[in-house]
């Protein structure tokens, strides 16, 4: 049998099976190589280039995120050069990292070496784990310190050995200074857990303990945020307002297809085991904090991908119960399972990585995965900005300003402008507005990238469109039939008119 009895709430180390190192080592050394090898392929998404600009602006937060993924992109940019391939090395560690921890909660499960092997191999090939593991976002390091605390709780409810809680504290510290998000997954555990027990393990000083680490290293970010008025609220409060009807609507529908639909079944497998398994009893409540995280992402108008790490955990407690189905069923099941794995892992493929042309793209990639055409055209929109301001007489540039209307625009014009002579460009979106103003000194034209509001055309008069940018692909992104216009210079000084400008969202 695949899987070694577990008894409620303290399994000694021993009860479980050998982890299965090399077959999984060979799941990610071939993972790594695909993720590598792709990686320099299209070129950074609009956030990878914010994320590059924050890094170079550190601080402990930032309007629309805490530092940690900033710091990420800046330590792999310094290391291994300021291109795609050298920044998601950071999210091709943290794809295969989750990876390892998913093969290893599938042994805390009573999973030996097929159950490991397999839930390694899904998680590698599913759809939201390949797009965060190709691109670095805040999803990126998101997923892997959802995992890690999912592990270490799987550990404390097994063990029942309290210790667990100040590994636990330290993790949830990280993954707040990442994302605040992290508060969703402990509400929800913290929950299910006082539903479903063991309630014992809140009866522990080292939970005390756990707190405490957690809260010392939330304290900088806290700090930060509150000495700014709490802009992250206002930036939530936006995504809400705006985005708030979609994302309930399209909640259940994307569980079923983020990580692909082939491995639905597993997953279920995994939630009903975690439910009804008396030797899994010690870990029902992870069966029950999933449903409850989507509950709460439901009623904050979260977006859908935001719940898809927890279903990680249920991929591992589905991989052995998924396994002996497919044994019980003879060959034709297993090859029915084996077409059907083939046929989810290359969809997973050609939609979460950049395996297509660029010509290619569109259609139902796009539909799925609209990250994919974010990452083509950055170096064209420059161009186009760079012959946009030679149309500024040369003795007027030194004081002429270019102010974008995203972060991603400045993060490109910041990126490749210089190696076209262009000056720093500046933005009134998100961090960038704390980046700015342009000094007072700054009185002539502005080149103006994007979609003019009516608070920008208030404040710079008559604007004239001069070019609209075409990536050359014909590829229709955000960025596609961008206008660029040349306006006149501001009608007060930078510093008067910069807070009025300010977009969080």
Known sequence: MDEAAVSPGRSPEKALPRFAAWPVAAVVVAQVAVLTALSGR??????????????HRPAWGYVDQPPITPMLARAATAIFGETPSGLRVVATFCGAATVVLVALAAREFGGGRGAQTAAAAATALSGYVLVVSHMVSTNSADMLLWTVIGLLGLRLLRTGDGRWWLAIGAAVGVAFANKWLVLVLLA??????????????????????????AVVLMAPVLFWQAGHEFPMLSVAGGISTDDGTKNRLLF??????????????????????LWRDPRLRWARAYALSYPLACVILLLAGGKPYYA?????????????????LLARGGSPRRGYARALAVAGAAISLVIGLPVLPVSALGGPVLAFNKDQGEQVGWPELTATVARAWQRIPAERRPVSVILTGNYGQAGALERFGAGLGLPKPYSNHMSYADWGPPPDTMTGPVLFV?????????????????????????????????DISLCSPPSAPWSRIWPRLRVFY
């Open 42 to 55: 299209y070129g950074f998404h609009r956030d990878e280039l914010y994320f590059v600009a924050a890094g």
């Open 450 to 482: 994007g979609r003019l509001r009516p608070a920008v055309r208030n404040v710079l008069g008559e604007c004239e469109r001069v070019a609209v940018q075409d990536n050359g692909f014909g590829l229709h992104n955000d960025e596609q039939g961008t």
């Open 308 to 324: 898809v790490p927890p279903l990680l955990i249920l991929l591992a407690a589905g991989a052995e119960p998924a396994l002996r």
């Open 188 to 213: 929800a555990l913290g929950i299910s857990l006082l539903i479903t027990g063991p309630r014992a393990v809140f009866v522990s000083g080292w939970m005390i303990g756990g707190v405490a680490i």
């Open 252 to 273: 259940v529908p994307m569980q079923l297809v983020y990580l692909s639909p082939v491995l639905v079944p597993v997953w279920l497998a995994g939630l009903v085991r």
